[in-house]
């Protein structure tokens, strides 16, 4: 792991989760680069590498010529949602956010993200299909019709989630306070670690905007359709489980003592 800091805290702590994206890990860095270095803020950027491999050495590299990368890194698999976790641990700024480092995401979209957060959104999330959305270049149609399945079990789970299309995009922004306290509660290690974030953003009362974003398919998917979405499916029902129990105890705490 490389780590420097700073004297002060950065405007935005950015997360790029990054597994098996040696080929374009790079190219991400030099974009993200290129649109925060005029903001005056400042940033960090964490690169979280599951997995090791060439993707970490990668990232080693571009830390090697920039102060204010970071590289947090598993050698063995372990998860999106655990690298992002403890990427949000360490973050540093007025602002966290994640992105997938994949570059289906323009970098230049960030700037929408910020100026929400700005205007007193605790939490902004990308969506592919809120007002404003762009997809440049759509999935496949099997994998389209798989995310309205999975949309429609998300929402029959976990109601508080029915007002939000897209909770799959790998694009979430957070006030620095918030972020700190929802990653702290966040357990899951998989893919459902985003679903996660938003039932405890809900149960939180943050104020959750969706942004319509630019998106590109990319045809690289790393989800196993068979053990992939057991796993899935698996997450999703500790997360409602957990969601329940977290609204028992609120109750409990709120009824009158016996005594």
Same mark, same amino acid.
């Given at each position: 792991m490389i780590r420097r800091v700073s004297a002060s805290p950065p405007g935005l702590s950015l997360i790029l989760p990054a597994y098996r994206?040696?080929? =374009? %890990? !790079?190219? *991400?860095?030099a974009e993200a680069r290129a649109f925060l270095d005029p903001r005056?803020?400042?940033?960090?950027?964490?690169?979280?590498?599951?997995?090791?491999?060439? *993707?970490?050495?990668?990232?080693? @590299?571009? @830390? $090697?010529?920039?102060? =204010?990368?970071?590289?947090?890194?598993a050698?063995? =698999?372990?998860?999106k949602? =655990? $690298?992002v976790r403890e990427a949000a641990a360490r973050a540093r700024g007025r602002v966290v956010g994640f992105m997938d480092a994949d570059g289906k995401v323009p970098c230049a979209e960030i700037g929408a993200a910020l100026s929400l957060l700005e205007q007193g959104f605790d939490v902004v999330i990308g969506s592919r299909r809120a007002e404003g959305a762009r997809v440049e270049s759509p999935r496949p149609l099997h994998r389209? %019709?798989?995310?309205?399945?999975?949309?429609?079990?998300?929402? +029959? +789970?976990?109601?508080?989630?029915?007002g939000v299309p897209d909770t799959q995009c790998g694009f979430k922004?957070?006030?620095?306070?918030? $972020?700190?306290?929802l990653f702290?509660?966040?357990?899951v290690d998989g893919y459902m670690f985003d679903v996660e974030l938003l039932?405890?953003?809900? @149960?939180?009362?943050?104020?959750?905007?969706?942004?319509? +974003?630019?998106?590109?398919?990319? !045809?690289?998917?790393?989800?196993? %359709?068979?053990?992939?979405?057991?796993?899935? +499916?698996?997450?999703?029902l500790r997360i409602r489980g957990r969601a329940a129990g977290a609204q028992a105890r609120a109750r409990t705490g709120d009824a009158p003592s016996a005594a």
């Open positions: 994206e040696n080929g =374009r %890990l !790079g190219a *991400t860095l005056p803020e400042g940033y960090e950027i964490l690169v979280a590498v599951d997995g090791g491999g060439e *993707t970490l050495a990668v990232a080693e @590299a571009e @830390a $090697a010529r920039d102060a =204010r990368i970071t590289v947090l890194a050698r063995e =698999r372990r998860g949602g =655990r $690298a389209r %019709l798989g995310s309205r399945g999975f949309r429609a079990a998300v929402w +029959l +789970l976990l109601p508080a989630l029915r922004f957070f006030q620095g306070e918030a $972020a700190r306290a702290a509660a966040q357990r039932v405890l953003a809900a @149960a939180a009362g943050y104020q959750v905007k969706q942004v319509g +974003l630019r998106w590109r398919d990319d !045809g690289d998917s790393r989800l196993d %359709l068979l053990s992939g979405n057991w796993r899935n +499916l698996v997450d999703l």
